[in-house]
């Protein structure tokens, strides 16, 4: 417990005197890389869970929170399943899907194609509807009509216009094993832009019917996808409902799907956060020295107050409370800092970028043209807490080594 006289005399401790100066100055230095360290360590975590959610949206923005796949990649009865699905706890709608992988042929250009086999009806009552057109209708994908929606960049590299024609090839497994490829000819009746290469470059859209004519799948389709009302809770859903169905029925969701992404974004995050500690790492240096270099100055000083009856104990906690006072306060202005820049980086960068006469991502060579920032109590808490206990530990050897000054030989020719 920290007596009111060794508060006082590690407060005492913080005023500079005219000669020493320069252990004042190094105390500001101190202060100030703390409050830096901190204050970067919240705006780039905030701005990684902004790229973050950025990315976990427009991954979504063509695909379902999760999905319910029979054995064999063959989802039988799937209308009772879509109604048994859209009826759990948690989940907004579900619809049925036919997954297909193949070729898209367009003149002489050649590309690999993703294709979705959708049905209009069931598409309309996912909410928030995650296809963004930019020509078209999700209704042109009627039965029979033998149209198709392709990804804006896969539409551009074939150089197809609305109304254009194109062929898909697509291998249709057989009994022995073996593939057969199968041909069908496709219009093109509207064009989607997802913001991801993955989903812009590779996806196309059919009418669900048309899809499952070229698998020989009949009336059945491949899997049952669904959304959640909270994306987050999609894996705990996905899970109860593999436990609930049964039978052999497979279980996925987004980030099962999506792990490659987010493992990156992880990797990238902690990488960061190592880099940026380094600076809280070096301020905490500053600390150790410039508390070292008190303790040289007050060797007299902590005589007299050893001889007075302080304890040793009661010498390190003087200077733990001069040093954890630098730290501390470094790691609140830090904290403050970084909140309200981290808030308001959506208004910061613009200014930044008028002011130095560039873009910093711009739209001819990034999806994202805005950099995001979501800031999350749990990342301050955690680096706050980290810093705290650093700039704490920082302190304790200068201290120590004060304790250990002998009263009788710093008095010696006084």
């Known amino acids: 417990m920290i007596k009111p006289v060794e508060l006082f005399v590690g407060l005492r401790y913080l005023r500079a005197k005219r000669r020493t100066r320069f252990v004042s100055f190094i105390t500001l230095i ?13 705006v780039i975590l905030s701005v990684m869970n902004g790229f973050e959610g950025e990315l976990r949206n427009r991954l979504l923005s063509m695909s379902a929170h999760g999905s319910v796949t029979g054995p064999d990649g063959v989802t039988e009865n799937w209308r009772e399943l879509v109604d048994q699905i859209a009826a759990y706890p948690g989940v907004a709608a579900a619809a049925p899907i036919v997954a297909m992988e193949g070729m898209i042929r367009s003149g002489r250009e050649l590309r690999a194609v993703l294709v979705h086999g959708v049905d209009p009806q069931y598409e309309r009552s996912l909410p928030q509807s995650p296809i963004n057109l930019l020509e078209g209708d999700l209704e042109n994908l009627s039965p029979g009509s033998r149209s198709i929606i392709l990804g804006r960049l896969l539409a551009v590299d074939l150089g197809l216009r609305m109304g254009d024609g194109v062929v898909l090839l697509i291998p249709r497994p057989v009994g022995d ?12 009746r509207g064009v989607f832009e997802a913001g991801l290469q993955d989903h812009d470059g590779l996806l196309a859209l059919i009418n669900a019917d048309e899809a499952a004519a070229i698998l020989a799948l009949g009336d059945e389709r491949s899997a049952v996808r669904f959304r959640a009302d909270d994306v987050m809770s999609a894996p705990a859903i996905a899970r109860m409902l593999g436990e609930r169905l049964g039978n052999g029925a497979i279980t996925s969701d987004w980030t099962i799907e999506n792990a490659s992404y987010f493992r990156a974004i992880r990797i990238e995050k902690m990488m960061m956060s190592l880099m940026l500690s380094l600076i809280i790492g070096v301020a905490a240096f500053n600390i150790v020295a410039s508390l070292v270099m008190v303790v040289m100055d007050k060797t007299n000083d902590i005589a007299v107050l050893r001889t007075l009856g302080m304890s040793a104990n009661g010498v390190v906690r003087v200077f733990f409370v001069q040093g954890a006072v630098i730290g501390w306060a470094g790691v ?13 980086v959506p208004e910061i960068v613009p200014v930044l970028e008028n002011l130095l006469g560039f873009k910093i991502m711009p739209g001819d060579v990034y999806y994202v043209t805005q950099i995001p920032s979501e800031l999350e109590m749990a990342d301050v808490a955690t680096i706050a807490g980290a810093a705290f206990v650093l700039t704490s ?22």
């Open 393 to 414: 530990l920082a302190t304790l050897y200068p201290a120590r080594r004060a304790a250990r000054v002998n009263p009788a030989v710093a008095l010696r020719y006084e």
């Open 30 to 42: 101190s202060l100030a890389g703390v409050a830096l360290g901190v204050a970067a360590l919240i």
């Open 177 to 188: 094993g073996t593939l057969r490829p199968v041909l069908k000819r496709f219009i093109l």
């Open 332 to 344: 609140l202005v830090g904290v403050v800092l970084g909140v309200v820049v981290a808030i308001n």
